[in-house]
């Protein structure tokens, strides 16, 4: 008899979200290392293309921050929600009661 196979087990939540903070701070650094480069390449004394790689990179990264987070939480709501009754999320009719 063969041992059974382990189930597959999709990882914690928060991996996914510490990724996503990896690809910020990353994102960043890349740009920012990137005008540094201009600066250096060119002679830039002012130190323009950091600034403008660092600006670069803060914007991407929080285009990407914003839009893999709200990917996360919708999938998050579509599985990891446990509830079973639609209404349970409704807000409080007239009466006080649930929406049925």
Same mark, same amino acid.
């Given at each position: 008899?063969?041992?059974?196979?382990?189930?597959?087990?999709?990882?914690?939540?928060?991996?996914?979200?510490?990724?996503?903070?990896?690809?910020?701070?990353?994102?960043?650094?890349?740009?920012?290392?990137?005008?540094?480069?201009?600066? *250096? %390449?060119?002679?830039? !004394?002012?130190?323009?293309?950091?600034?403008?790689?660092?600006?670069? =990179?803060?914007? $991407?990264?929080?285009?990407?921050?914003?839009?893999?987070?709200?990917?996360?939480?919708?999938?998050?709501? *579509? %599985?990891?929600?446990? !509830?079973?009754?639609?209404?349970?999320?409704?807000?409080?009719?007239? =009466?006080?009661? $649930?929406?049925?």
């Amino acid at each position: 008899m063969l041992p059974s196979q382990p189930q597959y087990q999709p990882p914690p939540p928060w991996t996914r979200l510490a990724g996503i903070g990896f690809e910020f701070g990353a994102s960043i650094a890349v740009f920012m290392l990137l005008g540094y480069w201009v600066d *250096r %390449h060119w002679g830039i !004394q002012r130190r323009w293309g950091l600034l403008v790689g660092t600006l670069l =990179g803060l914007v $991407g990264g929080t285009y990407n921050f914003i839009r893999e987070t709200r990917r996360a939480v919708r999938q998050t709501q *579509r %599985h990891g929600t446990g !509830q079973s009754d639609p209404s349970a999320g409704a807000p409080p009719g007239p =009466g006080g009661q $649930g929406q049925c």
